[in-house]
């Protein structure tokens, strides 16, 4: 751990959380990781930060992808307390706007709630749709059923100045949601497009805990590799210091390790059709969702948490050559 730390700057946190007491890994394996400002300057060569932005901004990364056929979740519009409108124009910037368009559009049943520039699942919100006498919209998570005025004010706090993109909330896949019905479980798909050459470097399901909306590692959800030849799901991992794996979703007991993906050939194909439609981006982390349908892209990360590798049990002198 000591030369680990005074060498290669990989401190004991990194040590216990990439499982390095396995005693079979060679010191060129340990070795081979690289900390988070390394990783950030070849992000940055590969992804300048002019251009990061417009990844990092989801209505931004959204009308590209849009606009260039790459499928994602249907856009609803933007909720803001001065410059919220929907994709006619038509103003939302309150209740009143939301109950307006949820009445009139009908065949939306569910939809969900984004932070523009949100990290982590931070500020995510979901509800089911009630029409009837009076709009009532139901959290997703605790159920509890709300009037439009309730989830602006209490909920979204609308009045503090957030900023939302709103979309239509995905129906899962069947075998995803067997795994969490509570969450909708993604791919997170490491993608370079670099000199005429585009690959998958390596690529993991998260699944959430069992009542959570999110699936991210970072509030409680597990990841579990893919083999990214077959589309088999691989050991799961919670990224703590605890060195815990495992084979079965840790609340439900429902095996996960072994499965294989529906659609994984299309969803390595859709990562890389998403990474060459965002200008000058290189290198990203790609999180897609697979519906009855098919796979969708719910956003790029164009400076993806370098821990990935610690799932993909592949250090990044490995991965990036």
């Given at each position: 751990?000591?030369v680990?730390?005074?060498?290669?700057?990989l401190?004991p946190r990194?040590y216990?959380?990439?499982?390095?007491?396995r005693r079979?890994?060679?010191?060129?394996?340990?070795t081979?990781f690289?900390?988070?400002?390394k990783f950030r300057e070849?992000?940055r060569?590969l992804?300048?930060l002019?251009y990061q932005k417009l990844?990092?901004?989801k209505?931004?990364?959204?009308?590209i992808?849009?606009?260039?056929?790459v499928?994602?979740?249907?856009?609803?519009?933007r909720l803001?307390?001065h410059?919220g409108?929907t994709?006619?124009g038509?103003?939302?910037?309150s209740?009143?706007?939301?109950t307006?368009l949820?009445?009139?559009?009908?065949?939306i049943?569910?939809?969900?709630f984004k932070?523009v520039e949100?990290?982590?699942g931070?500020g995510?919100?979901a509800?089911?749709?009630?029409r009837?006498?009076?709009?009532?919209?139901t959290?997703?998570?605790?159920?509890?059923e709300l009037t439009a005025?309730?989830?602006i004010?209490d909920?979204?706090?609308?009045?503090?100045?957030?900023?939302y993109?709103?979309e239509?909330?995905?129906?899962q896949?069947?075998e995803?949601?067997?795994?969490?019905h509570?969450?909708?479980?993604?791919?997170?798909?490491w993608?370079?497009s670099?000199?005429?050459?585009s690959t998958v470097?390596?690529?993991?399901?998260?699944?959430g805990?069992r009542g959570?909306?999110?699936?991210?590692t970072s509030?409680?959800g597990?990841?579990?590799p893919?083999d990214?030849t077959t589309?088999e799901?691989?050991?799961g991992?919670?990224l703590n210091i605890?060195n815990e794996?495992f084979?079965s979703h840790?609340?439900s007991g429902?095996?996960?390790?072994?499965?294989?993906?529906?659609?994984?050939?299309?969803?390595?194909r859709?990562?890389?059709?998403?990474?060459?439609a965002v200008?000058?981006?290189q290198?990203?982390g790609?999180d897609?969702?697979i519906?009855?349908?098919?796979?969708?892209v719910?956003?790029?990360?164009a400076?993806?948490?370098?821990?990935?590798a610690i799932?993909f049990d592949?250090p990044h002198?490995?991965?990036?050559g």
């Amino acid at each position: 751990m000591l030369v680990l730390k005074l060498m290669h700057g990989l401190g004991p946190r990194h040590y216990h959380v990439a499982r390095y007491w396995r005693r079979h890994l060679p010191w060129q394996f340990k070795t081979g990781f690289w900390t988070y400002k390394k990783f950030r300057e070849l992000v940055r060569t590969l992804n300048p930060l002019e251009y990061q932005k417009l990844s990092q901004n989801k209505i931004s990364e959204k009308a590209i992808l849009q606009l260039l056929g790459v499928p994602t979740p249907q856009f609803i519009g933007r909720l803001h307390r001065h410059r919220g409108m929907t994709g006619d124009g038509s103003t939302l910037v309150s209740a009143e706007d939301l109950t307006k368009l949820l009445q009139s559009a009908p065949r939306i049943e569910r939809l969900c709630f984004k932070l523009v520039e949100g990290y982590g699942g931070t500020g995510f919100c979901a509800v089911s749709v009630g029409r009837g006498p009076n709009l009532t919209l139901t959290l997703l998570d605790t159920h509890q059923e709300l009037t439009a005025t309730q989830l602006i004010d209490d909920v979204l706090q609308l009045q503090f100045g957030p900023d939302y993109i709103v979309e239509e909330y995905i129906l899962q896949h069947s075998e995803l949601a067997r795994f969490n019905h509570s969450s909708a479980n993604t791919l997170r798909i490491w993608a370079m497009s670099k000199d005429g050459a585009s690959t998958v470097l390596g690529a993991f399901l998260r699944v959430g805990r069992r009542g959570s909306l999110v699936d991210n590692t970072s509030q409680g959800g597990a990841a579990f590799p893919i083999d990214i030849t077959t589309g088999e799901i691989g050991t799961g991992l919670n990224l703590n210091i605890w060195n815990e794996t495992f084979e079965s979703h840790i609340d439900s007991g429902e095996v996960i390790t072994g499965g294989r993906l529906p659609f994984w050939q299309d969803s390595a194909r859709l990562a890389i059709r998403a990474i060459e439609a965002v200008p000058n981006l290189q290198f990203a982390g790609i999180d897609i969702a697979i519906t009855p349908h098919g796979p969708v892209v719910i956003e790029l990360n164009a400076e993806p948490d370098p821990t990935g590798a610690i799932v993909f049990d592949r250090p990044h002198d490995e991965i990036f050559g």
